[in-house]
């Protein structure tokens, strides 16, 4: 329950920081998705759909961007710090 409500809570946080980014830049998350930050030194964006908020494993990756971060993403976005590979390989295990 309470990883729901941090998730819910990062969310929000992010969607705002990600919608005001994305005002400036021209870049639009479609409805119903998420833009994402990975890696540990240089950042890739990546589009994820929220339904992956509900997913145990990636409410991992953001308890470790909780730990890193903490609300302040550099970014503008959420930004996970783990390796572009570890991210990928728990997104595709997500897709199915």
């Known amino acids: 329950m309470a990883a729901r409500f941090l998730a819910k809570q990062i969310l ?3 969607v705002f920081a990600a919608r005001k980014a994305a005002s400036t830049s021209g870049d639009v ?3 119903g998705f998420l833009a994402v930050y990975v890696g540990e030194a240089q950042k890739k964006r990546f589009v994820v759909p929220v339904t992956f908020l509900n997913q145990p494993s ?3 990756l953001l308890s470790k961007a909780e730990e890193e971060f903490g609300f ?5 976005g959420l930004t996970i710090p783990c390796r572009e590979e570890t991210f990928i390989n728990v997104t595709s295990q997500l897709n199915g």
């Open 12 to 14: 929000r946080r992010s």
């Open 29 to 31: 998350v479609p409805k």
């Open 58 to 60: 990636f409410q991992a």
């Open 72 to 76: 302040d993403h550099p970014m503008g």
